[in-house]
């Protein structure tokens, strides 16, 4: 690649990115870029960046040249994140020509890289939207990975009465009226991230993409699926898919990334504890403990947790592994029996409720 090459993938140009607001943090793993407009002339960028395949689509591209820009703006950022997954991950620093997006049978994007291993697939989502895209990969070629951005300058306002039913809008008429806008743009973005996550987009109709809950504090969307796509994802009745939202600026953005499917990324104990770990720390960055929180630190005695704090973790942790656990009995109980808990032992508890095998004592007195 010459200098010019460099700098369309210099970090100046597609920046790594998340919105304000909007946590990375249940995935630290992923990889999100995004781009506001084309880093040069377009043929220029496409010599640049595209295979010989890709090549022969981008000058067989008819329609507007909106669309061209936006697929090639699309193809960039997705390089990036690709490129920059494998770069974290690997000693290996590919080129953009050498990584091949290719649409499956439904239009989800897939990576094909020639020299990228069986171990190092992503998976990946592409957004654009008035001349911005971003993408979002990680390192799992089994993950629902899904991402969505929208102009807030560009939405129609009647645009509610299409894509929401009745139930959905009485959540937007429980917010604060000036925040309705806005949050009707993420319950949509939630939407279209949800649909291509699971790969069909919304062809299921919007309607089978229900919004059952939304958390202003936290951005979080709640989709269930209903009729229509349930038929295709029997196995999510009853399991609502945790969306993150975000606005920045004129932009609104959703991302989610659904790992549960996937047998083989049911996390070992050692990851959890490293999950857990890392999550402490960002709870408790601000506390001055004058020793690092290791695992056998607990969390009330030692740590010095109230209940809410508890919480707060618990919550985390369950968003993190979307997947619901009994937490609230496991609080009760401490409470109840004066029990105190290291990250360790939070660590055997979760294993266990994930599937993996019951530590010897998942939940053991400790005082
Ligand atoms: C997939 C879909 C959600 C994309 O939304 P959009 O607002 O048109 O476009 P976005 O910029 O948000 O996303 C476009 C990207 O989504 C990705 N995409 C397309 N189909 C996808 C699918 N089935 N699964 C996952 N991702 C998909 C592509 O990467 C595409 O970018 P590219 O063509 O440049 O590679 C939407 O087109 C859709 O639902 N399609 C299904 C067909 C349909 O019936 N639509 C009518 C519903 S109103």
Redo the contacts with the bound molecule.
Sequence with gaps: MNAFGSLVYDSSVTRAWMPAGCPLGPWPEAVCVRLDDLPCEPNVLADLILSPAEREHWESMRGVEKRRH??LL??CV?KAAVRSLIARNSDMCLSPTGIE?V??P????LVRAATVMQRLQPAL?????HGS?VALAVLDPEARV?I???SLAHRREDFEAIAFSPDERSLLTALPPDLRQEWALRMWCAK?AV?????????A??LAFHIAHVENASGIVEVELRDGALAHFPGFRGKPLIVYTARESNFVFSAIIYQQGAVRMRPSRQEILEYLLHKMGELTQDWDYPDPVRPESRLFTELGFESLDAVVLCTAIQEHYQTPMPFAELLAEIGQQQRDLSIDELADFVNTHLGGSAGADAVRRVQ
């Design positions: 936006e697929w699309g193809r997705a997006i649409p499956d439904y239009g989800r994007p989502s592409i957004a654009h939207s895209a899904g969505d951005l929208e279209e649909g291509k996550a699971l790969g069909r987009g919304l062809s109709g919007l």
